[in-house]
């Protein structure tokens, strides 16, 4: 009954691949994002998706997109793998207008 | 922008000492604030948070933090350290217009815990 569950947990791979993460969250929530913690443990946000729209960070390439399929998932595609993406990525969710985000365990992902 | 600093990267306390961790923000108004902790190989979980009213807040695991508006700071603290809180701490901050409910992190302040 996890309330917001990110798989892999780990993932790694080769450069120039595509892979996907996935989330699920059971709160009821309508908002979503995702972060990325790099190898000094500093938090980025990366997306912030609700049903009505999607806010990316300037600075994310655009390799890297979220994809919804219903209200409780928020999916992260990355295409196109460099090394610079070994990271781990953290999906959250909250009511919009809310601001209380919860977050799931994390995906490590790392590039070789 | 707004942006989060946290000056102290590494913080040791003797276990059953005080502890404070330091945090300031940048931003063009008082902002939405939060702690959250992160245990080796986890995902965040909120200690606490400060949208408005009193300033001094009451989080779990026996942590407080109060908001200074003069200082833009939102420190956080606890009066006797359980060796159980060794962990990464990270205050955030987020828009009060609502845009997106991004959250904004500090870079982080690693705790950790002498017997």
């Known amino acids: 009954d996890t309330a917001v569950s990110q798989t892999p947990k780990y993932l790694v791979t080769q450069m120039g691949n595509d892979k996907s993460i996935k989330c699920e969250q059971n709160?009821?929530?309508?908002?979503m994002y995702w972060y990325k913690q790099d190898s000094k443990k500093f938090l980025k946000i990366m997306f912030s998706?609700?049903?009505?729209?999607?806010?990316i960070n300037e600075t994310v390439p655009n390799r890297f997109s979220p994809k919804s399929p219903d209200k409780a998932h928020l999916n992260l595609h990355i295409n196109s793998l460099e090394l610079g993406d070994s990271a781990v990525y953290f999906c959250?969710?909250?009511?919009?207008?809310?601001?209380?985000?919860?977050f799931g365990a994390g995906t490590r992902l790392s590039v070789l | 922008a707004q942006s989060v600093t946290q000056p102290d990267i590494h913080i040791t306390v003797s276990e059953g000492a005080s502890l404070e961790l330091r945090c300031n923000y940048s931003y063009g108004a008082t902002p939405y604030l939060f702690w959250y902790v992160q245990s080796p190989g986890q995902g965040l979980q909120l200690l606490l948070k400060?949208?408005?009213?009193?300033?001094l807040v009451q989080g779990i695991k026996g942590f407080e933090a109060e908001f200074k508006r003069s200082q833009s700071s939102f420190n956080l603290r606890k009066p006797s350290v359980h060796w159980s809180d060794a962990a990464e701490y990270f205050c955030a901050v987020a828009p009060t217009d609502n845009a997106g409910n991004m959250l904004t992190f500090g870079g982080g302040t690693r705790l950790m815990v002498k017997p």
């Open positions: 709160l009821g929530h309508d908002t």
């Open positions: 998706y609700n049903n009505k729209e999607l806010i």
């Open positions: 400060y949208f408005s009213g009193d300033t």
């Open positions: 959250a969710s909250s009511f919009s207008g809310g601001n209380i985000q919860y």
